[in-house]
């Protein structure tokens, strides 16, 4: 198994500032093994913490990951509490760890829907973590791009009618101001796992020049090796921009 990027892939290699992760097949991945499908996001939760390390070794600067969907109210409730439970063990657990490597964490999502107590912990994650200054692992929570989108239309909107802003002034940047990614460069690099070919609502503005990269290693079986093999994919491909 590749642990590190060797010397001359750390040379050669084209690093992605911002790398987006759709973490899917945690279900599937589960029913593979004959476990409850709490099992399948708590292994994912355990694959998050490799990744995010393999990401801050690699020299990323932003990684992104979709970890719980606006959809995903729609699953038994059972399932969801058992997930926000986990959310909340996540924030607990790794905030020392996440310290004592530098990564600086940020919620993207709205939070109202959030249980009190699975809120409450995240919330004491970013506040533990706001000075850290090496890799920002963002956990896309209750998080929707097109909700994305309305929440910093409407914001915007509110501006103008203030007087804050001049219609004329809003262009690209202006928006991306008002978006949950504010202040972070769009993503590079979005990596699906699981198999599947579509992006999920997620952060649609965003990665509207972004390489995608999809393997059908469900979540909890991606490791650093395959986290590597996504980067090198990366760096060998040319990056026109409508050039």
């Not at 038994?76 to 600086?104: I, K, N, P, T, Y």
């Not at 706001?130 to 915007?156: F, H, M, P, S």
Request: aromatic share 8%; hydrophobic share 45%.
């Amino acid at each position: 198994m590749i642990q590190t990027l060797d010397r001359s892939a750390r040379e050669s290699a084209t690093t992605p500032q911002h790398v987006a992760i759709i973490m899917d097949g945690n279900r599937r991945w589960a029913t593979q093994h004959a476990l409850p499908a709490i099992e399948g996001h708590r292994r994912g939760a355990e694959v998050l913490r490799e990744i995010a390390a393999a990401a801050a070794d690699a020299g990323v600067g932003y990684l992104t990951v979709f970890a719980f969907s606006e959809e995903n109210w729609q699953r038994e409730s059972s399932e969801v509490g058992a997930l926000m439970e986990l959310v909340r063990s996540f924030a607990r657990a790794q905030a020392r760890d996440l310290c004592a490597q530098d990564v600086r964490v940020r919620l993207l999502g709205r939070r109202g829907r959030l249980p009190a107590v699975t809120a409450a912990a995240l919330d004491e994650l970013e506040r533990g973590t706001a000075r850290c200054r090496g890799l920002q692992l963002n956990l896309a929570i209750d998080y929707g791009a097109r909700t994305e989108l309305c929440d910093a239309v409407k914001a915007l909107a509110a501006d103008v009618a203030s007087g804050a802003l001049s219609a004329a002034a809003v262009d690209e940047r202006v928006l991306s101001r008002y978006l949950y990614t504010a202040g972070m460069p769009d993503p590079d690099l979005v990596i699906r796992t699981g198999g599947e070919l579509r992006v999920s609502n997620f952060l649609l503005y965003q990665i509207a020049y972004a390489e995608l990269w999809s393997t059908k290693t469900c979540w909890p079986d991606f490791d650093r090796a395959a986290f590597y093999a996504a980067l090198q994919a990366f760096s060998s491909r040319q990056r026109r921009f409508g050039r």
